[in-house]
């Protein structure tokens, strides 16, 4: 996935890592702020109720939020997404082997009657899938909405 994702230029995250990559632009600028030590302490609990895994990374979210306009994710909804899409794939080859055992029971002359059985039941668990994974994402990208317009 952490491939699939740096080759999309989507950004990258290893699960064993304490940070992730959204961007993976390679031209970045340094900055150095000086925060008061209440507001650093704030931050700091701010950094760790909002699931970032550093200060910085929260940071960096929080400015990008202001310049972008568009909401950050941070480690665990990124990994919920990632869970999700994991899960959309299998969805993927679980409808593909579904289309081949149509066509290989359409070339064979075989009793479709017992194979459309088959198939709805599997179309059922598919649906049950879809409506997990779709729930899923709803929810995430709602929870990160929310956290942003705060």
Known sequence: MSAELSANG????NENDSDFVI???N?????????PLDICEALNELTAKE???TL???????LAVKATGSPQLNLEEFKALV????????IGRNLNQLVIDVKTANAANADLSVIGNFRF???EQLREQ????????????AANITRWNT
Not at 10 to 13: C, Q
Not at 83 to 90: G, V
Not at 130 to 141: C, K
């Open 83 to 90: 869970s999700s899409n994991r899960q959309m794939m299998a």
């Open 121 to 123: 039941g599997v179309l």
């Open 10 to 13: 989507e950004g990258h995250f």
């Open 23 to 25: 961007n993976d632009s």
């Open 51 to 53: 699931g970032f895994p």
């Open 130 to 141: 879809i409506g997990r994974h779709t729930t899923l994402v709803r929810q995430v990208l």
């Open 56 to 62: 910085n990374r929260y940071a960096v979210a929080l």
């Open 27 to 35: 031209e970045i600028r340094r900055l150095e702020l000086q925060v």
